[in-house]
């Protein structure tokens, strides 16, 4: 994925979690009960070229029901989707539902979710670099 500033480990783009027909593919994550924070989550999107054919892989992501990204294109060249202030609370499930017309099962490769933490003033003038 380029123009991204988080790129993540290579690697994890040589595997997948993926539906086994086009229909919507559901899981929980991160397997545990999230306190109520605020939180930033990115994830990863990308298949072989192979596997593309002549299909379209396009779906929709949400985050306990509530729509994170309408209408996703995974491509063999990657995708990444991220917020970076989101509400969580509890378990926490991701839904990839295939778009009208989409001939692929979704997907996704990766993710990452960080617990955002106030510093509350803490941070001194003399913390901070000039370049």
Not at 41 to 52: N, R, V
Not at 77 to 96: D, K, N, Y
């Amino acid at each position: 994925v380029s123009g991204f500033w988080n790129l993540p480990p290579s690697r994890i783009f040589n595997t997948d979690l993926r539906a086994s027909q086009v229909q919507p593919l559901e899981f929980t994550w991160p397997p545990m009960p999230l306190k109520n924070s605020f939180y930033y989550i990115a994830l990863y999107f990308a298949h072989d070229s192979d596997s593309l054919g002549d299909g379209t892989r396009v779906f929709d992501v949400s985050v306990n029901g509530i729509a994170y990204y309408k209408e996703l294109s995974v491509s063999p060249a990657g995708s990444v989707i991220f917020a970076s202030r989101w509400p969580l609370e509890g378990l926490t499930t991701l839904t990839l539902t295939p778009a009208s017309g989409s001939t692929l099962a979704p997907l996704v490769n990766g993710g990452e979710m960080f617990e955002l933490i106030s510093l509350g003033g803490r941070t001194l003038v003399r913390d901070g670099m000039t370049v």
